[in-house]
């Protein structure tokens, strides 16, 4: 099993920024690729971004290109998403997946709430 806990969500202005953190315990070698997703209330989950581990390769949403950067610390097997110019309809729960490819996510964490004010 793979444990995944997001933290760094909070309220922020529209242009602001926050950096989420994902830290992955556990079996983690099983994951190959990590990844965000965000849902909104209403709304069906939105892939944002991932990274393969090994070469940290990275696959950002288009709706968030140019202002979401994705990176991990291998050391801490922790991810980061750093979302800059942050807009209201970024408004979401984000969650953390691992998984071993680009579409195939196993583990899940429980989500961190992001919510940009206008």
């Known amino acids: 099993q793979v444990q995944l806990v997001e933290s760094g969500g909070g309220l922020v202005q529209a242009g602001g920024s926050l950096r989420l953190s994902c830290a992955a315990s556990g079996r983690t070698f099983s994951t190959h690729v990590m990844g965000w997703f965000r849902q909104a209330p209403g709304k069906e989950r939105e892939f944002v971004a991932a990274i393969r581990w090994s070469s940290s390769v990275t696959y950002v949403a288009d709706s968030v290109k140019g202002r979401f950067t994705i990176s991990r610390d291998k050391a801490k097997n922790t991810v980061y998403l750093q979302m800059n110019s942050l807009k209201p309809e970024d408004t979401a729960v984000y969650h953390c997946?691992?998984?071993?490819?680009?579409?195939?996510?196993?583990?899940w964490g429980q989500g961190t709430q992001v919510t940009v004010s206008s």
């Open positions: 997946a691992g998984g071993t490819g680009w579409a195939s996510y196993d583990y």
